[in-house]
Nanobody, 116 residues
Framework: QVQLVESGGGLVQPGGSLRLSCAASGIIFSLYTMGWYRQAPGKQRELVAA???????DYTDSVKGRFTISRDNRKNTVYLEMNSLKPEDTAVYYCKSTATWGTYYWGQGTQVTVSS
């Protein structure tokens, strides 16, 4: 059974930092591209950052220079380091694993709220 479990969300003031983690089980983690997505109320889910099995990374423009995605294949975990957080970063953040053959899985999401 595949599971992706996110953690690390919470309430933070503008300008603050959070580190999200997504622990995967039931998949050969090193073969999957891992991505962080977010969905704000009333908006579509969007890709925030992704990291391939060869550790190439990609970011949406609004988070470049503030967020960093990384992975630890020994721990089957992907991370999203978020700095200089803004109120517009408020959303539910989801982890997604995608295999080269197309299979994908989603985590349950973790809430990030940026507010003073």
């Amino acid at each position: 059974q595949v599971q992706l479990v996110e953690s690390g969300g919470g309430l933070v003031q503008p300008g603050g930092s959070l580190r999200l983690s997504c622990a995967a089980s039931g998949i050969i983690f090193s073969l999957y591209t891992m991505g962080w997505y977010r969905q704000a109320p009333g908006k579509q889910r969007e890709l925030v950052a992704a990291i391939t099995s060869s550790e190439s990374t990609d970011y949406t423009d609004s988070v470049k220079g503030r967020f960093t995605i990384s992975r630890d294949n020994r721990k089957n975990t992907v991370y999203l380091e978020m700095n200089s957080l803004k109120p517009e970063d408020t959303a539910v953040y989801y982890c997604k694993s995608t295999a080269t053959w197309g299979t994908y899985y989603w985590g349950q999401g973790t809430q990030v709220t940026v507010s003073s």
